[in-house]
């Protein structure tokens, strides 16, 4: 470990554990508020570490590697939500200062328990079962219809540990593991498979005192579990959604209270008979999450300083959108592991192109960045074209398409 560390100034050591592209992507915020930050890092080549020079490598999963790292942080944060609870437990014994808080972050950590506390919280939610047996999964499914997804409470990430099911028969395996230590200990969760008009996400912040900043809703498009696509804000939505939605993400913040950032994903669904949409929320993340990216360049204050703020309990930033649009297209990982001839390329063709890398080696399929495009006229036609902007600088940047 190098040695501790001290900013000038007063000024507070942030600590984030886990040092993926969120973490990376607080460091700029960082340098301009004149926070110090400190990644603890599953290697020195992580994308985080990359950028941050206080960045000793350790394990998440070990209560050692992340004691020591917290010795010289004055409050700890999160780029991801697989810190062990024990872990967690530990170091706030230890009187740590950590935000999220271990007692909020579980319901991010376990989609049971999330599904448990959002339901006696009158929250909106698809029509879920705890299953630990074949026969509960067969009454669930006759209940709801078939297919049925199914979720790993715990370790899931970009649709992995999600399955659609036709039978009861096809969850043998997970159903063998249930009752045993690790994500299945307390059985599978089961939930209808919902007939949504579109996925959502509404994006808060609360700090410590409670107070809350909430940002546009979004859409969020989605291709084989990963989202590929953001719309912000999320477009011809029914005013009376969009105030219920942000109302709810704000309730579940402060009820469960949660610090920093709060993602609660959710699924827009239309009313047959009065054509009235709703929403039902599918998941929750409590840190900067994928659907907020846009906030870097389409918003006064991103998602990654209001992070920041929150859980340095600063008073919060202005979430208001700078304009009309922005749209994001990720990046994902193709063939070509040379990125630097077609980023090139595209910085000489679209000079309004907002290229965002996280400096992770390109392979198939993983999320390499983003790009952000604005729009400073409403409308469904600028809409459009910004998407088909968006879409063609991450396929070229993919190697997807040549022209
Ligand atoms: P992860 O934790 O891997 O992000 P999610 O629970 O968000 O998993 O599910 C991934 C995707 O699977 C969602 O974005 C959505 O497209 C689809 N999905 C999840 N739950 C349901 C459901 N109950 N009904 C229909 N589609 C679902």
Redesign the pocket.
């Known amino acids: 470990m190098p040695p501790p560390l001290r900013a000038e100034g007063g000024f507070p050591v942030v600590g984030i554990v886990g040092g993926g592209q969120l973490a990376r992507m607080c460091q700029p915020p960082a340098v301009a508020l004149s926070l110090t930050l400190s990644v603890l890092a599953e290697a020195e080549d992580a994308s985080a570490a990359l950028v941050v020079p206080h960045s000793p490598v350790g394990r998440h999963t070990d209560l050692e590697d992340v004691r020591e790292f917290a010795r010289h942080c004055d409050v700890v944060t999160f780029d991801h939500e697989h810190v062990p609870v024990e872990v967690l437990a530990a170091l706030e014994a230890d009187g740590v200062v950590l935000h999220p808080s271990p007692a909020a972050l579980v319901y991010a950590q376990d989609?049971l328990a999330m599904r448990h506390r959002l339901a006696e919280m009158g929250i909106p939610c698809?029509r879920?079962a705890q299953a630990r047996t074949r026969a509960e999964v067969e009454e669930f499914g006759a209940e709801v219809g078939w297919p049925?997804?199914a979720?790993t409470p715990r370790g899931?990430?970009?649709?992995?540990?999600?399955r659609?099911c036709r039978s009861a028969a096809e969850l043998d395996d997970w159903l063998s593991a249930v009752g045993e230590p690790g994500t299945l200990a307390d059985g599978i969760l089961l939930?209808?498979?919902?007939?949504?008009t579109r996925?959502l996400a509404a994006l808060v912040a609360r700090s410590p005192s409670g107070q809350a900043a909430a940002w546009p809703l979004v859409e969020?498009v989605?291709s084989g579990?990963i989202?590929t696509e953001v719309l912000a804000p999320a477009p011809d939505l029914e005013a009376g959604l969009a105030a219920a939605a942000t109302e709810g993400a704000l309730r579940i913040a402060g009820e469960l209270g949660v610090t920093g950032v709060l993602a609660v994903?959710m699924?827009e669904v239309r009313d047959p008979q009065t054509q009235h949409t709703s929403y039902?929320v599918?998941?929750l993340a409590m840190r900067p999450h994928n659907s907020g990216h846009w906030t870097i360049d389409g918003s006064v204050t991103s998602q990654f300083e209001q992070h920041l703020r929150a859980v340095l309990d600063l008073p919060l930033g202005d979430p208001s959108a700078r304009g009309p649009w922005t749209v994001v297209a990720n990046v994902l990982g193709g063939e070509h592991p040379d990125l630097y001839p077609t980023f090139r390329h595209l910085m000489a063709r679209d000079p309004g192109l907002k290229i965002h890398l996280y400096g992770k080696g390109v392979r198939p399929g993983r999320k390499l960045g983003h790009v952000t495009v604005f729009g400073a006229e409403g409308g469904t036609d600028s809409l459009t074209a910004l998407r088909e902007r968006a879409r063609h600088a991450a396929d070229y940047l993919q190697g997807v398409v040549t022209a």
């Open positions: 989609k698809p879920w049925l997804v979720k899931g990430y970009d649709g992995k540990g999600v659609v939930e209808e498979a919902v007939d949504f996925e969020t989605q579990g989202n994903e699924f039902l599918n998941e």
